[in-house]
Nanobody
């Protein structure tokens, strides 16, 4: 079992910034990847950013140039720096981790979610 604890959400005005944190209960180097998803009311959960153990980070087109995902391996923590926030960024943001199983399938773990509200 991997526990993911998110923090950093809140209320911010358009154009402002927030930094979300996701602290994992195990070494994040043991995970295939970590990512951030978001879900707005009445909408499907969507990928925001992913940071693999190996390889390049990836972002949804809607956040490219504004959001940056990073990791601190010593703290077992992944961050999402959100700049130039827009009202359409309003959602519950979830941290995700993919844990290898030794087979072809990986286990998905999710944080509890943190609310980000951007006012116009």
């Amino acid at each position: 079992q991997v526990q993911l604890v998110e923090s950093g959400g809140g209320l911010v005005q358009a154009g402002g910034s927030l930094r979300l944190s996701c602290a994992a209960s195990i070494s994040i180097l043991s995970l295939d990847s970590m990512g951030w998803y978001r879900q707005a009311p009445g909408k499907q959960r969507e990928l925001v950013a992913v940071i693999p153990r190996r390889g390049s980070t990836n972002y949804a087109d809607s956040v490219k140039g504004r959001f940056t995902v990073s990791r601190d391996n010593a703290k077992n923590t992944v961050y999402l720096q959100m700049n130039s926030l827009k009202p359409e960024d309003t959602a519950v943001y979830y941290c995700n981790a993919l844990m290898p199983t030794g087979g072809s399938t990986r286990f998905n773990y999710w944080g509890q979610g943190t609310q980000v509200t951007v006012s116009s």
